[in-house]
């Protein structure tokens, strides 16, 4: 999520796009039963940033308390790191922290209310189907050239809409087989075209534009060679940017550190260019053990608490160095999935064994293991009570969920009858065999040293092995399991999790939509895109087709309430729980402004560290 506010965006775009949805989209309107009951209730956000014209540049200008500049934020990751530093390649969410960190879009999202805001852009018009976008003036890249309109319309025409890298904001954008158009007004203006109304878009052009003097020439040597390109491998000098920070170091599986950019645009009251920080520094350590141990050591400022360690951590707070919030319901889902594709490739062998296909395709099955799931004794147990089942493809606090859809208990008298109508049975010892006698036995993938999912991952087994399965858990690193489930296919069950936005569930078009890059569990590669679907997958693609062009909010509600309706029923993905967002920062730092949409370091260009804080700090230490 990105920040600031220009209010004539808001304005025009009330006008048009939104209507009835932009009020919907305020936390302060959310119904009751809806909006989280955090710390964030009690935050008082500064006023709107506000566009300052100096010596003919069109600066974004902070309107938070100004700070001291210096000294550097450590943050952390889990895992072995990025896949890649290009924006455009990124399908985790670890790289796209770190692309985000460095490439800012025409738009953002305030943090307080949702609405979308200019960031790169000015401001913004909309005229039925035209989206027309005004550059700030006299802004630069990293290198100090010029950032301009031609930037913005090759980061559209030529990498997004042509297909390069991560596909998934093109397949978004399609409609009826038709992309917008893209067309260079003058240096500073540009102006989109959507086939037809299009409620999504304008919260797309938060996407992050390139600069064209470097993509060009890796987007003339073709899509292989743009797939490696700005790679963890690369030279961090060759990197051009336009956020408030740069790649300054990466040592793989140590750490990632970035530098201020001297060149950006957004500045403060004092009409100093921002960010206050030198340096940000993200730690990649193994798990989240390590990362707690980490943060008690002073090694690391901020830290999302899983729940059992929430209490301790609340014990200590009033005689720490560091102060906890409580931001409300993930924003995110966690599910367990099942490989549903029973294709081929192309030695003529199939992805999945294709007597495991069978189960794994059969309802039943798949509704015998939901009804199976102790949802809440994980909450009890894993999440320590701070969370809560989750039985929708929305997540809680997400202004489109379908309260109609009902939770339920755990019920293994209703699983087993689920099994039974598919022809499974159990032999005297109580392992589940299919109709053709063969055992039930497969395996489940999590990602390795996130020990909340392997937490998670124990106890679905049980639950599982509770009917007569018999589960291999294993762990993996996580970008081989990313590569399992969107490349190579082998892969049985995964407990996976993915972000979203309680706002806009067209994010969510490229899971969802059958031919969609993160569709995993029924992934098609290139050479099968129109290969079989089966008719749920269908009906989901009509709700988000017809959901995504619907002009009104209650109107959009309704398709999208269908499409979770038939998740719900069809299960191809098994919701866990939700669980809420705690996160711990040191108090020396200030401007923090934390956020249910946005989290807490979102705003890292107006975060400072106030000098005497941290020299107190130090000295009681000592």
Known sequence: ????????????????????????????????????????????????????????????????????????????????GPKTFNPFNSKDNISSIMSGVMYDGLLSTDPETGEPIPKLAKSLEVKGNDYIVHLRRGVKWSDGKEITADDVVFTWKDIIFAGFGNTSTRDSLI?????????KIDKYTVKFTTVQPFAPFVRMLSTEIAPKHVFE???????????????????????????????????????????????????NKNNEKLPYLDRLIYFIVGDLNNEVLKFEGGEIDVIGLQGANVARFKEREAHSDYRIYNLGPNTGTMFLTMNLNDRKNKDGKYYVNPMKQKWFQDVNFRLACDYAMDRKNMVLNIANGLGEPLYTAESLNSIFLNRKLEPYQRDLEKAKEYLRKS????????????????HVEFD???????????AIGVMVKQDLEDLGM????????????????????????????LTGSPLEPNGGKNVWMSDGTLHMFNQRQEED?????????????????KGALATNFEERKRYYDEYQRIAYEQKPFIYIYSPIIITAIRTKFKNVFPSALAGITYNLEEIYIDNDKDNNTKNRKK
């Open 175 to 183: 409609i009826d087989g038709k992309l917008p158009s893209v067309t």
């Open 529 to 545: 895109r129109e290969s079989r679907r089966y008719d749920w997958e269908k009906q989901i693609d009509e709700a988000y087709v």
């Open 470 to 497: 018999k589960v291999n858990f294993k762990p993996v690193e996580f970008n081989t399991l990313v590569n399992r489930l969107l490349n190579t296919l082998d892969w049985d069950m995964a407990i996976m999790g």
């Open 1 to 80: 999520m990105k920040k600031w506010v220009y209010v004539i965006l808001v304005l025009l775009f009330c006008a048009f796009v939104l209507k009835a949805c932009v009020h919907k989209d305020n936390p302060a309107s959310y119904p009751p039963q809806i909006r989280p009951k955090s710390d964030i209730e009690r935050v008082e956000y500064p006023p709107q940033a506000k566009t300052v014209s100096i010596n003919g540049v069109d600066f974004l200008q902070s309107q938070a308390p100004v700070g001291s500049f210096g000294g550097e934020l450590r943050t952390s990751t889990i895992g072995e």
């Open 217 to 267: 020439p890796a987007v003339k040597k073709g899509k292989d060679y743009f797939y490696t390109f700005l790679s963890t491998n690369t030279d961090p000098k060759d990197f051009v940017t336009s956020g408030a920070f740069r790649l300054k170091e990466y040592v793989p599986a140590q750490r990632v550190v970035f530098e201020r950019n001297p060149n950006y645009y957004i500045i």
């Open 444 to 454: 489940l993938f999590t990602n390795a040293g996130n020990t909340e999912r392997e």
């Open 423 to 438: 022809g499974f049975y159990w032999d005297k010892k109580g392992h589940l065999l299919d109709r053709q006698g063969n």
